[in-house]
């Protein structure tokens, strides 16, 4: 999820296609992030006044989601099996506290290892633990009352990945970026009609672009 604010293609086709909605799209993930734990710097939510020593005014504006999209469950599944309790409650409970703000929850299944990579030949072995976290996540959205989405988006996503194997690249950010507006938003005709970057919206992506570094 962290990476998406990098290139912006899901909020652009989301601001494209949504426009008439004004939504507005804050990636809160940072590098490192697990289910078990979301790291911050000290003070990093600090209340307006806070006197504490090396405290700062917090200009930004207070968020008030109306979705949350979630994506755990893939590196944690290299804790190996013996972990997977553990992931069911910090899930379960990541996902309770977040139901006190909405109740609008998606959350991503996580997309199979590929053979590529320095790992390539632990894929498959390591995709028989990760099925094990998919079912936990499906059983949590179903109890839970959230929503459930894949971004699998082909049976060999290699071209797609980056070299090391784990994270997308460009082309398949901006592929998943298709897929999460047709399934989360069910945008009819999206697949024949999104626009093209080159051509029709560069300005709205760079705008896009930089408030993310900003926002970073």
């Known amino acids: 999820v962290f990476r998406m604010q990098e290139f912006g293609f899901f909020e652009f086709y989301l601001q494209v296609h949504a426009a008439d909605q004004t939504p507005r799209v ?4 940072w590098p490192g992030d697990t289910v078990y734990r979301q790291q911050r710097p000290m003070y990093f939510f600090m209340e307006e006044g806070d006197t504490r020593e090396g405290s700062e005014t917090d200009g930004r504006e207070k968020i008030e989601p ?5 994506s755990y469950g893939k590196m944690e599944s290299l804790d190996g099996l013996e972990k997977l309790e553990d992931f069911e409650e910090a899930y379960d409970r ?8 909405t109740h609008r929850i998606a959350l991503f299944k996580p997309d199979d290892f590929q053979k590529v990579g320095p790992a390539a030949e632990l ?3 390591r995709n028989l633990v990760l099925k094990e976290y998919t ?17 699998r988006m ?3 996503d290699r071209d797609f990945l980056e070299p090391t194997g784990i994270h997308f690249a460009a082309p398949g950010l901006r592929t998943q970026a298709f897929i999460l ?6 945008f009819e005709g ?4 999104h626009p093209g970057f080159d051509s029709n919206y560069p300005l709205l992506h760079e705008m896009i672009l930089e408030k993310n570094r900003l926002w970073d």
């Open 26 to 29: 804050r990636n809160l993930g």
């Open 66 to 70: 109306g979705v949350f999209i979630l």
């Open 94 to 101: 990541l996902i309770l506290e977040l139901k006190k703000l």
């Open 123 to 125: 894929a498959e072995e």
């Open 135 to 151: 079912e936990v996540i499906e059983k949590l959205a179903a109890e839970r009352e959230v929503m459930l989405i894949s971004s």
């Open 154 to 156: 082909f049976d060999d």
């Open 181 to 186: 507006i047709h399934r989360v938003l069910g």
């Open 190 to 193: 999206f697949w024949n009609k």
